[in-house]
């Protein structure tokens, strides 16, 4: 069983930065695709990134051009740079490790952090 924990979630401004990790336990970590996504009250959750194991990255529509993720797998963890944030960030952002392929992937989830972009 792989255990998930998010940090770096908090309080900042329009146009603000934040820098989330995620750290990851067991063994192998680098054959794994790792992501982001997120979720707001109310809403259903939605990709935010995505990073394979050779280093391809997916974003989401909504945060392309302001937003990076990186892994380093000496270290078992994934980063999500947010930059030019917008109060329609606001949400709780979970880390995520997808193993397998298709309909035979198993995602594990971490306890999520939030996020607030507000003056």
């Known amino acids: 069983q792989v255990q998930l924990v998010e940090s770096g979630g908090g309080l900042v401004q329009p146009g603000g930065s934040l820098r989330l990790s995620c750290a990851a336990s067991?063994?192998?970590?680098?054959?794994?695709?790792m992501g982001w996504y997120r979720q707001a009250p109310g809403k259903q959750r939605e990709l935010v990134a995505t990073i394979s194991s050779g280093g391809s990255t997916n974003y989401g529509d909504s945060v392309k051009g302001r937003f990076t993720i990186s892994r380093d797998n000496a270290k078992k963890l994934v980063y999500l740079e947010m930059n030019s944030l917008k109060p329609e960030d606001t949400a709780v952002y979970y880390c995520?490790?997808?193993?397998?392929?298709?309909?035979?992937?198993?995602?594990?989830w971490g306890q999520g952090t939030q996020v607030t972009v507000s003056s």
């Open positions: 995520n490790q997808k193993r397998g392929l298709g309909e035979y992937a198993v995602d594990y």
């Open positions: 067991g063994n192998i970590f680098s054959i794994y695709v």
